[in-house]
């Protein structure tokens, strides 16, 4: 294949820099520009020239012969001080030499099409340098050495020792024995649905750790949503006063929720106004509101529901979780608890003081089902959910079909169904405009 290039490192200045390349031409490249090559995966020092022989920089280079690297190529790693000009031109001089640059991710790429990792595994490698929190990056070396892989894969092996035989069943239809019912195909149909159901709940477990959960806070202005935020935020990162209408444009701010990403939004008070500034400020926030997980209503229980409460409230996007934030307990007096109100979940707290908050916090995680501490949780994308949710659609249509038609044909398809879905997950049945996503999200330099 094509030798590639790439700056390893992220942008910016560092006290260390490093150019990697793969393929073919690799170990040549580097003779050229370190003047010999290190014995493999031994560290050697080397001045790094341009054409005329001139020092570029000075630092370690790094060989590793195919098919002992992280792509299953040759791979040289040049790593020398982190100036971007100088990476730049290392970068350069490889290209003159017969390398081309990199697309993004095209180092795991390569190592997935060299069978050095699977797709699940390759797609942890980005996870973990996106990882937000300590959970997530746990989870995300998981699933970089294997754990939600070697879960799909026993899945998939069970699977595929079930549709032989049920397919070898067929053929003896015409036999008095019953191979199905005397196999209790049924009952290994329906284990395979709880193991399945197991590692749905780990993967979507993972994919709040990923993605983490949006929270967009509305009302009244002067309900104390400001204070609300900064409440969540650990400091005042929202301006608080007694002056209707001092949040103009969304306030953003990330936070982590026992280890749950957790990105807030500050709105204007949605009223009518007519400040053109302040009415641009209320058409963002109706547009913030249509992206949220989970909406906080707050409302200034010191004055009571009034009519404009509720014409928010039926503003408010209807698919969208809500919970009534009861602000100001500590005007009222009243107890600070979660209550459900006319199927309405409403939490009874107090902005300026903090009561209440723990029981806002439990609320927004479990309102998406997370738990937190869950041991076994390896990260997850929307598209291994959905893969997932496919298999187990096939499996059970293929239950229902054995158990009211005897139709095992109808079984042995939807188990085929199931087979291919999996196998999405891994990268065992994928297919090119899959693979160029996945991989063009990367950084450059995986």
């Given at each position: ?204 477990q993972g994919r709040l750790l990923r993605e983490g959960m949006n929270v967009v806070l509305a009302g009244q202005p002067n309900a104390g949503k400001s204070s609300l935020h900064n409440q969540l935020a650990g400091h005042d990162a929202a301006i608080v006063t007694d ?204």
């Open positions: 294949m094509e030798t590639i290039v790439a700056i390893a490192t992220a942008p910016g200045k560092g006290g260390v820099g490093i150019v990697r390349l793969s393929g073919d031409k690799s170990a040549d490249i580097a003779k050229q520009i370190c003047g010999k090559l290190p014995s493999p995966r031994y560290a050697q020092f080397s001045h790094f020239k341009d054409h005329d022989g001139d020092i570029i920089d000075s630092g370690v280079v790094l060989y590793f012969p195919n098919p002992a690297s992280f792509t299953g190529e040759d791979v040289i790693e040049l790593q020398g001080h982190g100036s971007p000009l100088v990476l730049d031109l290392l970068c350069q001089r490889a290209i003159k030499l017969g390398a081309r640059m990199a697309r993004p991710g095209e180092f795991s790429e390569r190592a997935f099409l060299n069978n050095k990792m699977d797709l699940a595994q390759a797609e942890a490698v980005a996870d973990l340098i996106d990882s937000e929190t300590e959970q997530a990056a746990r989870s995300a070396i998981r699933s970089l050495q294997g754990e939600f892989s070697r879960r799909i894969n026993a899945l998939l092996e069970q699977l595929t020792e079930l549709r032989m035989f049920v397919e070898a069943s067929i053929d003896f239809s015409d036999e008095e024995i019953d191979f199905l019912a005397e196999a209790q195909v049924a009952q290994q149909v329906q284990d395979l649905l709880v193991i399945l159901d197991s590692i749905q709940a780990s993967a979507q002056v209707a209408g001092t949040t103009r444009d969304i306030l953003r701010e990330q936070i982590h929720l026992e280890g749950l990403p957790l990105r807030i939004s500050d709105t204007a008070g949605l009223h009518d106004s007519p400040d053109e500034v302040e009415r641009e400020g209320i058409r963002r926030t109706h547009a913030e509101l249509a992206q949220a997980d989970h909406i906080l209503m707050v409302l200034d229980d010191s004055k009571g529901d009034d009519d404009k409460d509720q014409e928010i409230m039926s503003l408010l996007p209807k698919d969208i979780p809500l919970t009534l934030i009861r602000n100001k307990a500590d005007k009222t007096g009243h107890p600070i608890e979660l209550v459900l109100e006319n199927n309405q979940t409403s939490i009874y707290l107090s902005a300026k003081t903090g009561e209440g908050m723990a029981l806002l916090k439990q609320r927004l995680c479990e309102s998406v089902g997370y738990h937190p501490q869950e041991e076994g949780v390896f990260i997850a994308r929307r598209r291994h959910l959905d893969a997932l949710s496919r298999a187990r659609t096939a499996i059970d249509t293929g239950y229902h079909c054995l158990e009211g038609m005897g139709a095992g044909e109808l079984l042995a398809e939807e188990l085929r169904i199931a087979q291919q879905a999996l196998g999405e997950i891994t990268g065992t049945f994928t297919n090119d405009d899959l693979l160029s996503k996945i991989f063009s999200s990367f950084c450059i330099g995986k």
